[in-house]
């Protein structure tokens, strides 16, 4: 969504490459149909999968065909980390668009963000910590966004070493015009899946979170 922050490096999707690029010709194995008359729900909620059925999309038939090449290695991973990156992938690209079309990028627009959800300014260093990026990277993004006007920086008045950082009227102006867009689009995106499930799904996935980021030694943002 729109906290999108923890990403692998700034600016670039996920490209999902391990489950996309190999699918095109992917083929829905014989006797793997879901069974008939099986996990329908009552009208007007979308079906419930059944356990064990067959999957049909593009991490389907790359699991399939990896395990024709190697029947003996254990594919289930893939079921789950294939369809994150792929979806992942999917939704950066076109959540982007809005980016693009400001000359933003997406590491760009995740400072600017910081900037705004936090409310208050920030100096480089938490700036760097709220958006998973190095001091380095912050320092050529600040430049820029300073440059087009989008944030200022003033001096500590104690520490001339310390900026802090502020958005402009242009810069709050920005992001508050992307943000609503952007937001749509996942409430689109999520229609098919009652608040039940989107609930269990955010749920499931933030236990994931955890876990990558408990393994990685990664701080969260301060609140």
Request: hydrophobic residues 35%; neutral net charge.
């Amino acid at each position: 969504m729109t906290a999108h922050n923890g990403r692998p490096e700034q600016g670039e999707a996920a490209s999902g490459e391990a489950v996309a690029g190999e699918a095109a010709a992917a083929r829905t194995a014989p006797g793997e149909a879901a069974a008939e008359g099986h996990g329908r729900p009552s009208s007007g909620t979308a079906p419930r999968p059944v356990p064990g059925a067959a999957r049909d999309d593009t991490v389907a038939g790359v699991v399939r065909q990896w395990r024709t090449v190697h029947p003996d290695l254990d594919t289930g991973p893939m079921e789950i980390i294939g369809r994150v990156n792929r979806c992942a992938a999917l939704l950066q690209q076109a959540e982007d668009a809005p980016l693009r079309r400001a000359g933003l990028s997406r590491a760009e627009f995740d400072l600017l963000g910081a900037l705004r959800r936090t409310g208050h300014e920030l100096t480089p260093s938490e700036l760097a910590r709220e958006t998973f990026s190095s001091g380095a990277a912050v320092t050529k993004r600040l430049k820029q966004l300073t440059e087009r006007g989008l944030v200022e920086r003033r001096g500590d008045t104690r520490d001339r070493r310390v900026a802090h950082v502020h958005l402009t009227d242009a810069g709050r102006d920005l992001v508050d015009g992307i943000l609503p867009e952007q937001l749509a689009y996942e409430r689109t995106v999520l229609a098919g899946l009652d608040s039940e499930r989107q609930d269990e799904l955010a749920g499931l996935l933030c236990m994931l979170l955890g876990r990558l980021e408990g393994r990685q030694g990664l701080a969260r943002p301060a609140r």
